[in-house]
């Protein structure tokens, strides 16, 4: 059975007693107002900026629902790449899970298909989840290509992978569009392409690993939209920017499913 997720995509916000602030809020609230799953069913995860994942992890032991992420790794195992923080470094602080593969990485930081895919190894190598991210600019989706461009971006950097490895990835479909920029995708388009990565992924593992990969839907997603883009079939979840940066609206999309 595959598991709800609330994820949190910071991105480069708050210093590190800000992070420890907005974390312990979020948690207080989430105390206030349990979510009615239980863990086996619904994780929570805050992808903070690096400095705020060691002091997080201390918050958030003690709830088997809250984990902590990285929003980045490198591409090397480690040595001389000044200011770049590895798989290892990452999973030494305790955080399980890494996101790979953001359209922000892709575009300012020339992130290619095959350094996706060296990622995701050495992620899954040293014991971290990959949140493994694709999505369409708004040209694509105009040419009517989105479908094989998100194909294009799950064939190139995680078909590698056997099965066994494949049950770690979290995938988020992100249309670059709809991120950060206020315009959701419609229920029906998120269910859409949820659908279509769910029969890529049986074509390639069988319906058993599809049927149990979590995919996540990330762009705009808000305390006013959640519940109804949550309530489709295949969408199992966000990928938060903004609203992940407040604590009602977070918790409140945690409570969305
Ligand atoms: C993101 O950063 O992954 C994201 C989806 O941002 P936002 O929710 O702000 O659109």
């Given at each position: 059975?595959r598991?709800?997720?609330?994820?949190?995509?910071?991105?480069?916000?708050t210093?590190l007693?800000?992070g420890k602030?907005?974390?312990e809020?979020m948690?207080?609230?989430l105390?206030?107002n349990?979510?009615?799953?239980?863990a086996?069913?619904?994780l929570?995860?805050?992808?903070?900026?690096?400095?705020t994942i060691?002091?997080?992890m201390q918050?958030?032991?003690g709830?088997?629902?809250v984990?902590?992420a990285?929003?980045?790794?490198?591409s090397?195992?480690?040595?001389?790449?000044?200011g770049e923080?590895?798989?290892?470094?990452?999973?030494?602080?305790?955080a399980?899970?890494?996101i790979?593969?953001?359209?922000e990485?892709r575009?300012?930081f020339h992130?290619?298909?095959?350094?996706?895919?060296?990622?995701v190894d050495l992620?899954?190598?040293h014991?971290?989840k990959p949140i493994?991210?694709?999505g369409?600019?708004?040209?694509?989706?105009?040419?009517n290509t989105?479908?094989?461009?998100?194909k294009?971006?799950?064939?190139?950097?995680?078909f590698?992978?056997?099965?066994e490895d494949?049950?770690?990835?979290?995938?988020?479909y992100?249309p670059?569009?709809?991120?950060g920029?206020?315009?959701t995708?419609?229920?029906e388009?998120?269910?859409?392409?949820?659908?279509?990565?769910?029969?890529?992924l049986?074509?390639?593992?069988?319906?058993?690993?599809a049927?149990?990969t979590?995919?996540?839907y990330?762009?705009s997603?808000?305390a006013?939209?959640a519940?109804?883009?949550?309530?489709?079939p295949?969408?199992?979840?966000?990928?938060?920017?903004?609203?992940?940066?407040?604590a009602?609206d977070?918790?409140t999309i945690?409570?969305?499913?």
């Open positions: 059975m598991r709800k997720i609330a994820a949190g995509n910071w991105k480069m916000n210093t007693n800000e602030e907005l974390i809020n948690l207080s609230k105390d206030e349990p979510p009615k799953q239980n086996d069913e619904l929570v995860i805050f992808g903070t900026p690096f400095i060691e002091s997080g918050l958030v032991s709830n088997p629902m984990k902590m990285a929003q980045n790794c490198y090397e195992e480690k040595g001389a790449y000044t923080i590895s798989v290892s470094m990452i999973k030494s602080t305790g399980e899970y890494v790979i593969g953001h359209s990485r575009e300012y992130e290619s298909h095959e350094m996706l895919a060296k990622k992620a899954l190598k014991d971290l493994f991210c694709c369409e600019k708004l040209e694509i989706r105009e040419k989105h479908f094989n461009l998100v294009r971006q799950i064939e190139e950097s995680l590698h992978l056997g099965a494949f049950k770690n990835i979290v995938i988020a992100e670059v569009w709809a991120i920029t206020g315009v995708a419609s229920p388009q998120a269910q859409e392409m949820h659908a279509f990565i769910r029969n890529l049986a074509e390639r593992y069988g319906p058993k690993v049927s149990d979590s995919i996540l990330g762009g997603v808000s006013k939209n519940a109804e883009l949550f309530a489709n295949d969408v199992d979840g966000g990928l938060v920017g903004g609203a992940s940066l407040k009602d977070f918790v945690i409570n969305s499913f």
